[in-house]
């Protein structure tokens, strides 16, 4: 069973308009939430994060909101630009060991920003 | 230039064969993970080493193994026992813990 959804596998928007990418899960252990981007044939990079005990956080066009109680999280891309055409992957960490923390990732959204 | 090398980047093997993936990291990162990513699913974590001479399993690690003899490597192999080995393999390290991860490029292992 999946703890880290994403329920639209993919997404379509026209060019400067919001993209908004939705994120849901299902243990409310995790305390630590990101948001990565992937091109095709390369390895994710890193987009934005935001630990459990805010509620939101932004960073240029890139924000990220959590909603604790209803396990849920979005990353919203204003305005939209062609080359943020990617698949967004969300994940979240919970801590397994005294190792420290890794990360559960979810399926991924395909965005598909149209000029 | 820092960064995290992965190769190559496809790799075909016949079925039965062992194969070892390389990853290498010159970002003085403690911790180093493999992952598999399959058509439709999120990456799923196969290994991890917080610190040299130790490593973890994940939630998929049967039928691979890993070594962590130096800092900077952490190689992959996947073994004859993987029943399903054709799959993106993406390698990542991280400074500290609560930090994000940084990913490698990725192979992509075909098993014929």
């Known amino acids: 069973d999946q703890q880290v959804k994403q329920n639209s596998p993919s997404l379509s928007v026209q060019e400067g308009r919001i993209s908004i990418l939705n994120c849901d899960y299902t243990n409310s252990m995790f305390d630590y939430f990101l948001w990565y981007k992937k091109y095709p044939a390369e390895g994710p990079t890193f987009l934005i994060s935001?630990?459990?005990?805010?509620d939101k956080n932004e960073d240029g066009r890139f924000t990220v909101f959590l909603n604790k109680s209803a396990k849920h999280l979005s990353l919203h891309i204003v305005p939209s630009q062609p080359g943020d055409s990617a698949v967004y992957f969300c994940?979240?960490?919970?801590?397994?060991?005294?190792?420290?923390?890794?990360?559960?990732f979810g399926p991924g959204t395909r965005l598909s920003v149209l000029p | 230039d820092g960064g995290i090398t992965q190769s190559p980047k496809y790799l075909f093997r016949k079925e039965g064969q062992n194969v070892t993936l390389s990853c290498e990291q010159n970002l003085n990162h403690d911790a180093m993970y493999w992952y598999r990513q399959d058509p439709g699913q999120g990456l799923r974590l196969i290994y991890y080493s917080q610190i040299v001479n130790d490593f973890q399993k994940g939630d998929i690690a049967e039928g691979y193994s890993v070594s962590r003899e130096k800092k900077e490597s952490f190689p992959l192999t996947v073994t004859s026992a993987q029943k399903n080995p054709t799959a993106f393999y993406l390698c990542?390290?991280?400074?500290?813990?609560?930090?994000?991860?940084?990913f490698g490029p990725g192979t992509r292992l075909t098993v014929l």
């Open positions: 990542a390290s991280s400074y500290l813990v609560y930090n994000e991860q940084f």
């Open positions: 994940a979240a960490s919970l801590n397994r060991d005294n190792y420290g923390q890794n990360f559960v």
């Open positions: 935001i630990s459990s005990i805010k």
